[in-house]
C-alpha cells in the first residue's frame, strides 16, 4: 500500500472480484484492444481470458487483472476508486458501492473497533483459508443501528446476516474485504481473552474524537453506571492466564475447593472466587509469589485503555484484579476492572466521553444529578 491508513481498491486481495460500471470498464478493454491490437492480443499480453466474459455477460474482474490494465493502459489506479458498483462473491453481493479510497483514521472507525474489542470479534473461517468474518452482538437495538450505519459511512452498502441468539442480535459480516481492513487498522482476530493484545494501532495514531468514539464504545458494551456511595464507571475484562505445574497444585489443593461455580443459560458455567479471598488463601499457603503473578495479570487491552483515559482525556481511573475463574474447559482466567471514581473524573467521562447509548448516558445523568454534580440543566 501507497499510505498504511488509505486502503483502495488495488491493495484488496488479487482474487477478490470488482464489477465496475460497464461503460467503464468497455471502454478500459477498448482502450487496451486498440493498444494491443485486438481483444485476443490484449488477453495474451496481460495473461487472462476474462475480457471475453465482461464484454459477453457484464461480469466482474478480479483485482489482479484490473491491475494489470491499468497499467497496460498507464492509468492511474486511482481513478477507479468511485466506479466501482460492487464487490462480489459468486451471486451475492459483498458490498454494495464500496467506499474507496477507506480511511482507517475516520473518526467512527473508533466506534468500531470499540465495539469489535468489546462485544465483538473477528475470526478466521474454518472452512476457508485465511477469511476473516466480522461480528458483533448486542442487545440493544440503538447499538446494532449505530454499528450498521458506521459499517456503511466506511465500507458502503454491506450485506450481512443477521441472527437472534440468547436475546442478543447478531451481526456476521461475511465478507473478507471488511475483515481484512479491520485486521489492518490492528484489531485482534481471534479470542481476545486468549491472545491478550492491546488498543488497535489505528487508535493509537488518530485524532482525538477517534479516541473518544473508541471509549465510549467500549462503555456502551461493557461498561456500567454505579451511585453508591457516589456515582462511578467500571468496566470489566477478563484474560486465561497460564501457570507452571507447581502453581497448578497450590490452585488446585488450596484454591479450588473454595470456588463457587455459576452457570449460565448457554450451558457453559466458571468457578469463581474474589480476589480479597483468594489473597488469605495464597497468603496462608505461603504462596505469595504466585499471589503478586496474579495480581499483576491484567489485561493488556484494558491497561492501554485505562492510559488514554489519563493520558488524553485527563480522567483519572484504577485498575484492579477483582476474582479468579477456571472456566468449563478447565483453564484459568482472571478478571480486572478499570474503575472511575470521584466527581471531577466522572464529569469529565459525561462530558468528554460518554455514552452513545442514550440508556446508558441517562442513567450516568441521573446518577450526577442525584448528588448534585452537575449544573442545572446540563
Not at 436475546?167 to 479470542?191: D, L, P, S, W, Y
Not at 467521562?349 to 454534580?373: C, H, N, P, R, V
Request: charged letters at 30%; one cysteine or more.
Amino acid at each position: 500500500m501507497k499510505n498504511e491508513t488509505t486502503i483502495n481498491w488495488y491493495d484488496l486481495k488479487n482474487s477478490q472480484v470488482l464489477y465496475l460500471e460497464y461503460d467503464t470498464i468497455k471502454s478500459l478493454i477498448d482502450k487496451g484492444t486498440k493498444k494491443a491490437g485486438s481483444l485476443s492480443k490484449l488477453c495474451v499480453k496481460l495473461n487472462s481470458n476474462q475480457f471475453y466474459n465482461i464484454l459477453k455477460d457484464n461480469g466482474g474482474l478480479s483485482v489482479k487483472n484490473l491491475k494489470k490494465l491499468m497499467v497496460f493502459l498507464k492509468i492511474e489506479c486511482d481513478f477507479l476508486n468511485e466506479k466501482i458498483k460492487e464487490i462480489r462473491k459468486g451471486k451475492i453481493c459483498s458490498i454494495k458501492n464500496p467506499k474507496f479510497p477507506i480511511d482507517l483514521h475516520n473518526p467512527r472507525m473508533g466506534y468500531l473497533l470499540g465495539h469489535l474489542m468489546s462485544d465483538g470479534c473477528l475470526y478466521y473461517d474454518k472452512s476457508r483459508k485465511n477469511l476473516i468474518r466480522t461480528k458483533y452482538c448486542g442487545d440493544e437495538q440503538e447499538l446494532i443501528d449505530k454499528f450498521l450505519d458506521d459499517l456503511r459511512a466506511i465500507f458502503g452498502e454491506i450485506y450481512f446476516n443477521r441472527e437472534f441468539e440468547r436475546n442478543c442480535i447478531q451481526i456476521k459480516v461475511g465478507t473478507g474485504v471488511v475483515g481484512e481492513i479491520f485486521k489492518r487498522a490492528g484489531a485482534t482476530v481471534g479470542k481476545k481473552y486468549k491472545l491478550n493484545k492491546g488498543i488497535p494501532w489505528i487508535i493509537h495514531k488518530s485524532t482525538k474524537e477517534a479516541k473518544k468514539n473508541y471509549l465510549s464504545a467500549i462503555f456502551d458494551d461493557e461498561g456500567s453506571v454505579g451511585n453508591n456511595p457516589s456515582p462511578y464507571l467500571i468496566l470489566s475484562r477478563s484474560i486465561h492466564w497460564k501457570f507452571n505445574d507447581t502453581e497448578k497444585r497450590i490452585l488446585y489443593k488450596h484454591v479450588e475447593p473454595l470456588m463457587k461455580t455459576n452457570f449460565f443459560p448457554t450451558g457453559h458455567f466458571t468457578r469463581r472466587i474474589s480476589i480479597g479471598m483468594l489473597k488469605k488463601v495464597l497468603i496462608k499457603a505461603n504462596a505469595k509469589k504466585l499471589l503478586s503473578k496474579i495480581l499483576e495479570a491484567k489485561p493488556e487491552l484494558l491497561v492501554e485503555e485505562s492510559q488514554l483515559l489519563k493520558k488524553i482525556f485527563n480522567i483519572k481511573n484504577h485498575t484492579y484484579v477483582i476474582s479468579f475463574q477456571l472456566t468449563s474447559e478447565n483453564s484459568y482466567s482472571i478478571m480486572s476492572s478499570l474503575v472511575i471514581r470521584h466527581k471531577k473524573n466522572v464529569i469529565n467521562f459525561y462530558s468528554e466521553i460518554g455514552f452513545s447509548l442514550t440508556k446508558k448516558q441517562k442513567k450516568l445523568k441521573e446518577a450526577l444529578t442525584s448528588k448534585k454534580w452537575l449544573d442545572y440543566g446540563a
